[in-house]
């Protein structure tokens, strides 16, 4: 078979859903604090999954940069782990449907991918697509995370529920941005929630964002999650930054006016009065995305 004639991914198993969320939460872009993928894996661990669709791998990733892992006994290479994006069903404690697209961001061919997403969702009758994402703000660790949120514009019912990022912004896009037009321009409601992590704690595991994200997610499908292990997590960390900044005056005075700016705002509870302007984001990321490739 041809390169050409390779199908772009192969069906495992076609179960009948009764109007599934599908939850985005793929590896390989913006995720301060691991928010989303720890999100995401607390919710997979709380349900088997059955796998539905596996997309091809030579087709959509650069093997070189996610390279498959290979098991070696006694010298002799037994076989190859290849790094795969799939989609999985899974339920909430209600026994709700939900479809995850997990794995990684694909390197290559964002429109066919884009257009295979949203042809099985469309073939599932999914009801309602998000995505889970986190980006480093100016926030302290010392008060409750607050989420903003993108989509098209035939979702922007959903975006205002939880606020809008105020101005324009340009920054460097993840495969979500293409999934959100992809799917808006489909008559398929999107969101995606991003979690605000504060700057200073953005390379190291930040649960509280995590749990943010959980209670976002059913907040906008009617979805019944639990984020209680998160929130026990949360504590600890939070007490750990505490003593990490304890010493330091310049960190308290940084915390200190944090605090006062985010204490100036009222309202929702998820910050939509209090949401970043396009400026203080693309600052936030720039600064995050220099310190990952150092």
Request: aromatic letters at 6%; proline letters at 7%; hydrophobic letters at 45%.
């Amino acid at each position: 078979m041809s390169p050409e004639d390779r199908p772009l991914y192969q069906v495992l198993d076609q179960p009948i859903m009764e109007r599934p969320v599908m939850v985005v939460a793929l590896e390989g872009w913006v995720d301060a604090g691991l928010g989303a993928s720890t999100a995401v894996a607390t919710l997979l661990a709380d349900a088997p999954l059955d796998p539905l669709v596996s997309f091809d791998s030579d087709h959509f990733l650069d093997q070189r940069a996610r390279r498959p892992v290979a098991r070696i006994v006694n010298g002799v290479t037994v076989d190859l782990t290849w790094p795969q994006t799939q989609l999985c069903r899974g339920q909430d404690q209600a026994g709700s449907d939900i479809v995850y697209l997990v794995g990684p961001e694909p390197d290559f061919h964002w429109r066919e991918f884009v257009d295979a997403v949203v042809g099985l969702a469309l073939g599932w009758g999914t009801r309602m697509v998000v995505g889970l994402g986190a980006f480093p703000a100016p926030a302290p660790h010392t008060r409750p995370v607050k989420l903003a949120a993108t989509g098209p514009v035939e979702s922007t019912d959903l975006i205002t529920r939880i606020g809008l990022v105020q101005g324009e912004l340009e920054v460097p896009a993840g495969v979500q941005a293409a999934l959100e037009l992809g799917f808006g321009a489909a008559g398929v409601p999107i969101v995606t929630l991003w979690a605000r992590v504060p700057h200073y704690v953005a390379a190291m595991p930040f649960p509280e964002a995590s749990a943010a994200l959980i209670d976002g997610l059913a907040l906008m499908s009617g979805l019944t999650l639990d984020a209680s292990d998160l929130r026990v997590a949360a504590d600890r960390s939070r007490h750990q930054v505490d003593d990490l900044i304890a010493g330091n005056h310049e960190h308290l005075e940084m915390v200190r006016k944090l605090e006062e700016s985010i204490d100036a705002s009222e309202g929702h509870a998820l910050g939509e009065d209090d949401l970043p302007s396009g400026e203080e984001i693309a600052a936030e990321l720039e600064r995050f995305l220099r310190g990952e490739d150092q």
